[in-house]
């Protein structure tokens, strides 16, 4: 009797837990994260599908802009979190300020370069309006108050593949704020 009234309680929450999801994401409980990839700086893709199950920190770049010394804090995130099995990707992209207008080798120059990073970086992508890359746009829909307003706006992406937080640009890598988002992502599941 008691295994049943937990199996039950049990069923009731991931119900309720899947349902409050899917009007949080606007009904696109179906699609997670892990359904999009973005071609890679390198020439590859960066297929969100190889990290399910894992956490994603999926942050917006660009080389001439005052939030560029990010790069460093967040190659510290990953450096910090990655064996434990945070990822994160930065997605260059030209949408504020035209502040990443240089092709892969400049973009390279600034990241692998000046600022040594080692996680994953995309080729150049738009994240905002109408032709933005896949993956924004579901972000836009799961989350439209909290869509990028300027270069390093940061989506974490939950074990489950689903946006678990949302960090504007000001909001620097080493806050404790992320470093708690993401030890609560990796702890969960």
Known sequence: ?????????????????????????????????????????????????????????????????????????????????RERGLTVIGVPSNDFGGQEPGGANEISETAHHQYGVTFPVAAKAVVVG????????????????????WNFHKYLIGRDGYIADVFPSAVEPADTRIKTAIARALADG
Not at 138 to 145: D, L, Q, V
């Open 1 to 81: 009797m008691l295994n049943r009234r937990i199996l039950l309680t049990t069923a009731l929450f991931a119900a309720a837990t899947s349902a409050t999801r899917a009007r949080a994401d606007g009904g696109m409980s179906r699609v997670s994260a892990y359904a999009f990839s973005f071609p890679a700086l390198s020439g590859d893709d960066i297929r969100l599908a190889a990290f399910t199950g894992k956490p994603l920190l999926v942050v917006n770049t660009a080389s001439l802009c005052g939030y560029t010394p990010q790069y460093a804090g967040l190659q510290e995130l990953w450096s910090e979190f």
């Open 130 to 149: 109408a032709k933005a890359h896949p993956f924004y746009k579901w972000a836009a829909e799961a989350r439209p108050k909290e869509v990028p307003r």
